[in-house]
């Protein structure tokens, strides 16, 4: 078989060189990508084992594929909604983390007036700066 075939996109044999069947979007796109990127010594058999099936296929694997295929748009749109909110998530994360960095300091800067102004309204407590049971 020649580098070239006229199949660009279904079943092919050895896409990869551990998977026996598998898809193939763009037979073009991966042969160049094997004369290119795959070690010299490798690209004359993966190559010639690289071809569309010329058979018929079970049924069942012909209709799995098919109904992989129409779920893909749905992913697809999925996975970009989620990317988009995970990246929103993050902007918010990163407003949550600075507004309780601030907070802290606030309360670090403030000690002293915080701890007087509980003084003056929670007379006789037992607080230790940690607990009110300081002795348990």
Same mark, same amino acid.
């Given at each position: 078989?020649t580098?070239? !075939?006229?199949?660009?996109?279904?079943?092919?044999?050895?896409?990869?060189h !551990?998977i026996?069947?598998?898809?193939c979007?763009d037979y073009?796109?991966?042969?160049?990508?094997?004369?290119?990127?795959k070690p010299?010594n490798?690209?004359?058999?993966?190559l010639r084992?690289?071809?569309?099936v010329?058979?018929?296929?079970?049924?069942a694997?012909?209709?799995a594929?098919?109904?992989?295929?129409?779920?893909?748009?749905?992913?697809?749109?999925?996975?970009q909604?989620?990317?988009?909110?995970y990246?929103?998530?993050g902007?918010?994360?990163q407003?949550?983390i600075e507004?309780?960095?601030?907070?802290?300091?606030?309360l670090?800067?403030n !000690?002293?007036?915080?701890?007087?102004?509980?003084?003056?309204?929670c007379?006789?407590?037992?607080?230790?700066?940690? !607990?009110?049971f300081?002795?348990s």
């Amino acid at each position: 078989m020649t580098e070239k !075939t006229a199949v660009q996109q279904g079943f092919f044999w050895h896409v990869h060189h !551990t998977i026996f069947l598998e898809w193939c979007y763009d037979y073009e796109e991966r042969a160049q990508y094997i004369r290119t990127n795959k070690p010299q010594n490798e690209q004359e058999i993966r190559l010639r084992l690289f071809k569309p099936v010329q058979g018929r296929l079970p049924e069942a694997v012909v209709k799995a594929r098919q109904v992989y295929d129409e779920a893909r748009p749905a992913f697809d749109k999925a996975y970009q909604a989620y990317n988009e909110a995970y990246q929103v998530y993050g902007k918010a994360n990163q407003a949550y983390i600075e507004a309780y960095q601030a907070y802290d300091k606030a309360l670090i800067d403030n !000690t002293a007036k915080i701890e007087a102004l509980h003084a003056n309204e929670c007379p006789n407590c037992p607080w230790n700066g940690h !607990t009110i049971f300081p002795n348990s």
